[in-house]
């Protein structure tokens, strides 16, 4: 079992929704973040002041799947979220040690679906 998370721009959780659910993989969590990275911001004015913005926008999508889903996920998160331009995101893959579903008290595998 692992847990993919994706840092991603917010204008592409859409089209990565679309990829992932052509790959059958609808379960999801989805956060909007700020972060910096390789983009390293943008300085904005407004009224004549100027103003340094650092942290960017994102959007981080947590998925925990079986271990015969990760190739899949990655691949649909890519074809989703690239547009060849720096700030396309980050994939993370960590391995998921358990996973309880809370209403049967599942376990492994068969609780994340």
Known sequence: MKLITALIQPHKLPDVKQSLAEAEVFKMTVSNVIGAGAQKGYVETYR????EIQLLKKVKIEIAVNDNFVDATIKA???GARTGNIGDGKIFIQNLEECI????????EIAIG
């Open 77 to 79: 998160i890519v074809r």
């Open 48 to 51: 004549g002041v100027k103003d």
């Open 101 to 108: 579903r809370i209403r049967t008290d599942e376990r492994g």
